[in-house]
């Protein structure tokens, strides 16, 4: 498997998940500092290794009047403070070829959205970067083509690549996760991370807004652990009914802690 360093996170961890978690998208400092000082804190006192995550702008909206962002440098500086007061290290997306130089000035991972994991460009810029590349698994893929969309990212010399699972889509509003998915992404030789709030989603489903079934979240996060995951991945808002953007499946901030928690204690169970 392949293992490197993200900051001070290791991926995969040796005994411990690794956690990309943040807002969907960047809404303001306030917001975004303070879902970092709450992650920062739970690292302290558990030890919970953490990758800030927030996205710049959302460029794949379900509709035209969908918030997509604050400005892109305002947005970026908020995701590079983040990085230098909490000694911690950030992802966000990034959706064309020119954004990549600019992004990954601020941050320490680049993401490749689901609906772009097969553009070449994208994913070779990406890897051009020299940062690590999480490449989100299209809704439209099977588990096994993400070696290829890998490919692509390690071609540059670069292999510093995580492969995420966040459902597959299964008829209209629908997606379900097919947890075979996570050992035959893990073959790839790359860490796998489990998205456990897109997956989630039920596309396009609400009135131009997406839904969710985040009752579901906790059983679906128990599973990707037990079939073997790396690192989990949770988008978490201080007041998810009032986020601007996945507002049906963002984690509440009060409820992380727990839900981290339990994870990790079930990864130990299994690893024992």
Do not use: W
Request: proline share 5%; charged share 20%; net charge negative.
């Amino acid at each position: 498997m392949q293992k490197f360093s993200i900051g001070a996170v290791t991926v995969p961890g040796d005994s411990s998940l690794f956690f990309i978690a943040g807002p969907c998208v960047i809404e303001g400092d306030e917001m975004a500092f303070e879902v970092a000082s709450a992650l920062h804190a739970l690292r302290e006192s558990d030890g919970i290794p953490f990758v800030f995550k927030g996205s710049f702008r959302k460029a794949n909206r379900s509709s035209a009047s969908s918030f997509t962002g604050i400005g892109d440098k305002a947005a970026l500086e908020i995701l590079g403070e983040i990085r230098e007061r909490f000694d911690m290290p950030v992802l966000t997306d990034v959706h064309e070829t020119h954004e990549v130089d600019r992004a990954a000035q601020y941050v320490d991972v680049l993401q490749i959205p689901a609906f772009l994991s097969r553009q070449s460009d994208l994913l070779t810029a990406a890897g051009k970067s020299g940062l690590s590349v999480n490449i989100k698994k299209g809704q439209f893929m099977a588990p096994e083509d993400m070696e290829m969309a890998a490919e692509k990212v390690a071609c540059t010399g670069n292999a510093r690549i995580m492969l995420t699972e966040r459902g597959t889509t299964f008829g209209y509003h629908n997606l379900v996760v097919d947890f075979r998915g996570i050992p035959k992404m893990a073959g790839t030789g790359y860490p796998v991370v489990y998205d456990a709030t897109h997956s989630l989603q039920l596309p396009s489903a609400g009135k131009k807004v997406s839904g969710g079934e985040r009752e579901f979240l906790l059983p679906m996060a128990r599973a990707a652990v037990a079939a073997g995951v790396h690192g989990l991945f949770f988008e978490v808002h201080p007041d998810p009914e009032n986020a601007m953007s996945d507002a049906a499946t963002q984690v509440s901030l009060k409820d992380f802690p727990r839900i981290v928690l339990q994870l990790q204690k079930l990864h130990a169970c299994i690893r024992n």
